[in-house]
């Protein structure tokens, strides 16, 4: 088998063709005893000697200057060691887009809960007393904290396929809808933390951090020092869903103060400052229209939006991405305003852009369905186009049309009957599907392989932030190398270790998996050579090496250690081929017909996530992400006051996460089987983000289903599903 990925190097040899059997198998998390007794060390857990405790003083207007705090009475509290207010640390990086250099220094304010001091004391209490007393004087500006009540907004060109305007104008059929949906927030359960220690001019931070070869760099460039004087640890990462791409104002404080008081400085951020002062997901604005022939066949697809952010943050929720390339039409059409308001920073929630766009965009294709009078699963499958719809590119491997039928089948989809047709006492019963979608990506990333008999260390400075690198790259490794997976140890989260992707965008096993599966293919070539034969005549198993005339135990074979490093380049993936994963969710949702009240009675995905590299990190992935869309359609939502923009639902306790009662017992995921040679050497395609994508439309569109009318207002609460 040829692998048709496209790389400077000869061609990678095939995970396939080791056959250990590794890879893929459902293995539990070689971390996880260390998570449930508690012994795997968080940023927050970790404390040094001289430690001092910081708590971040935060803006309580929209806009305006700092024009002075009375640092004099905090510091006069018992245990309060020193205000900061840097210029530095009230720079608010740029969280959403990592590896960017963070903006807005100095003494402005752009939102109420910004970080404009730091107050460090001996103790956490100490710390936090000061920073609650801290008074402020400051300059007012009037500005607009809601999209629709600023007239600053970025209008974007159109992106277009084909004539829009004419097709839209002639459609038989049409449907025409304006949706919204919330705010959001990752509410990763570990807080964002930082402790930092320098050494001389050098700096060690322990943060939760996602990316952290690219939070090295925004550190150095906050503090105005070079990026070879910082190191980042972060070897357990409590979640993250975007939070943590980029670097954290607590991060920039710890660093800042440990510097300025000579002794190792910890921030950990309490629950309501991670709701104020990190990024969250824009609320969206999204107007979805199709047109069609009366024979039920697409002809105009357009999907515009409104999103916000902060003056001079270049992220904007990609609203309408998968809208993009999941069905065809003679014309498409996508524009995006992007509001400029005096609120938290907007930036990359789980799944950004189709974690929302898809709510509206699944929406309005099963709406499309109901008026052409047709089943919402036929339309999608007659729709499904040849080629990716903007730009002809073949797709490199699509598997979403058998996810749609499989689902169908096995959720009974054939008993739904008409809308509004079935009940269970008070309750009324309705099942809806939506299709799911998320573009694959890979991200440059490098890792090192060490092997000394028949023991293996991987090191790479990528991160595990739940999701199952540090067992993944295990099973990799042990593959290539014909060991056992409790034979190879993985260092991660180090930024000393070869730069890796990081986790996010779905991007994290594919890529720092393709890099040790390359640093993994280096050492085999070393093996062959000791052994005296050609990688291709190598076999590798059960800790021995076999050549056409030798064998030979590892443990005998490589007396001295050999390393093997290796990095995959961005974007190598072949430019004439589109990647992404697909799916098709399926739910059963339960509405009381007096109070409103929606239970979801149980859910299906199906998805095609190219090679899986272990069933059970990738299944936990998947469902994950469909709780997220329970919630997204049904509770989710951050919400503000719309006089100062203050963040009102700032904790777990206001903001609704779904919880075991909100999840149904019969929760389903289903992987078909696939292979995408065009992705990645390792064939396989991101799934963390495609869990979610789509989920949420398919409880609104079982919704629907049940109660025979439509809501386009998320979440659905009960007051607007009756
Ligand atoms: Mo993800 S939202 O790129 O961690």
């Known amino acids: 088998m040829t692998s048709k990925f496209t790389m400077d190097e000869p061609q990678p040899r095939l995970l ?42 935060r803006a309580t207007i929209s806009r305006g200057k700092v024009r002075s705090m009375d640092t004099d009475a ?24 990592a590896g960017e250099a963070p903006v807005q220094p100095g003494d ?46 970025e209008v974007s060109d159109p992106v277009t396929a084909g004539d829009f305007d004419a097709v839209w104008s ?74 943590k791409l980029g670097l954290g104002p607590e991060a920039v404080a710890a660093a800042v103060a440990a510097q300025k008081l000579g002794r190792p400085v910890r921030v950990v951020m309490p629950r309501q400052t991670v709701f104020d002062a990190i990024l969250r997901r824009s609320e969206t604005a999204q107007r979805v229209r199709f047109g069609a022939g009366k024979d039920g066949r697409i002809t105009a697809i357009s999907h515009d939006d409104r999103v916000s952010n902060v003056d001079g943050e270049g992220f904007a929720e990609p609203v309408s991405q998968a809208s993009q390339f999941i069905y065809g039409a003679d014309g498409l059409s996508f524009t995006q305003t992007l509001a400029r308001i005096a609120a938290t920073p907007t930036g990359s929630v789980r799944a950004p852009g189709e974690a929302v766009g898809m709510l509206a965009f699944e929406a309005g ?16 499958l007659e729709n499904l186009p040849d080629k990716h719809p903007m730009d002809g590119r073949d ?117 720092a998996g393709s890099a040790t599966f390359l640093a993994a293919r280096k050492l085999r070539e070393q093996i062959a050579e000791k052994l005296g034969c050609s990688e291709d005549d190598l076999t590798l198993q059960g800790g021995r090496a076999r050549g056409d005339n030798h064998e030979s135990a590892l443990s005998e074979l490589i007396t001295e250690e050999i390393v093997g490093e290796a990095s995959i380049e961005a974007g190598k993936t072949a430019e004439s081929h589109f990647s992404a994963g697909f799916g098709a969710h399926f739910a059963e949702v339960a509405v009381n017909e007096w109070t409103g009240e929606v239970r979801v009675r149980r859910m299906l995905g199906v998805m095609s996530i190219g090679r899986i590299l272990n069933e059970k990190t990738a299944r936990s992935q998947a469902l994950g992400g469909m709780i997220w869309g329970i919630g ?20 777990l306790a206001n903001y609704h996460v779904p919880v075991h009662a909100d999840v149904p017992g019969d929760m389903q995921v289903v992987f078909l089987e696939e292979r995408d040679d065009w992705a990645n050497p390792i064939q396989s395609k991101g799934v963390g983000e495609l869990g979610i994508s789509g989920a949420g439309a398919a409880v609104i569109n079982a919704i629907a289903h049940a109660t025979g009318h439509r809501v386009y207002d998320y979440p659905c609460h009960p007051d607007r599903v009756l």
């Open 16 to 57: 396939d063709e080791t056959g250990q059997g590794v890879i893929g198998t459902p293995m539990d998390r070689t971390d996880g005893p260390k998570k449930v007794s508690g012994t795997a060390e968080y940023s927050g857990d970790h404390s040094v000697e001289g430690m001092a405790h910081g708590v971040l003083v």
């Open 74 to 97: 905090v510091k006069s509290i018992e245990g309060v060691i020193d205000v900061i207010t840097d210029p530095r640390l009230i720079r608010n990086p740029a969280q959403g887009m």
């Open 108 to 153: 402005e304010v752009h939102y109420h809960g910004q970080p404009i001091a730091l107050v460090v004391a001996e103790s956490f209490e100490a710390a936090r007393d000061g920073a609650q007393r801290l008074v402020v004087d400051y300059e007012v500006e009037e500005a607009a904290s809601a999209p629709d009540e600023t007239p600053d907004t």
């Open 170 to 243: 002639s459609a038989e059929v049409k449907v025409d809808r304006n949706y919204t949906t919330p705010s959001q927030v990752a509410a990763a359960m570990e807080p964002h933390a930082a402790l930092a220690e320098w050494s001389g001019d050098t700096v060690t931070l322990r943060s939760s951090l996602q990316m952290i070869r690219f939070n090295k760099a925004e550190l150095a460039d906050s503090l105005g020092i070079d990026p070879s004087k910082v190191r980042i640890l972060a070897p357990f990462v409590g979640g993250g869903f975007g939070s």
């Open 365 to 380: 294709v099963d709406e499309l369905a109901d008026t052409l009078g047709v089943d919402p699963l036929q339309l999608r």
């Open 395 to 511: 797709y490199s491997t699509r598997r979403l049309a058998d996810c749609l039928r499989d689902g169908a089948e096995r959720f009974g989809w054939s008993d739904r009957g008409p809308a509004g047709s079935k009940r269970d006492g008070d309750w009324l019963i309705g099942m809806g599907m939506a299709s799911a979608a998320r573009a694959n990506m890979l991200i440059q990333s490098a890792a090192r392989v060490r092997l000394t008999g028949d023991k293996a260390i991987v090191e790479t400075d990528m991160t595990d932030i739940g999701t199952g690198t540090y067992t993944i790259l295990a099973q990799i490794t042990a593959e290539m190398l014909g060991l056992r997976p409790d034979q190879v140890e993985v260092r991660l989260g180090d930024s000393d270790l070869p730069g890796a992707s990081g986790s996010g965008g779905s991007f994290g096993a594919s890529s």
């Open 632 to 651: 997204a359609a049904l509770t989710e939502e951050m919400e503000s006051d719309r006089r100062d923009g203050h963040i009102v639902t700032r904790d």
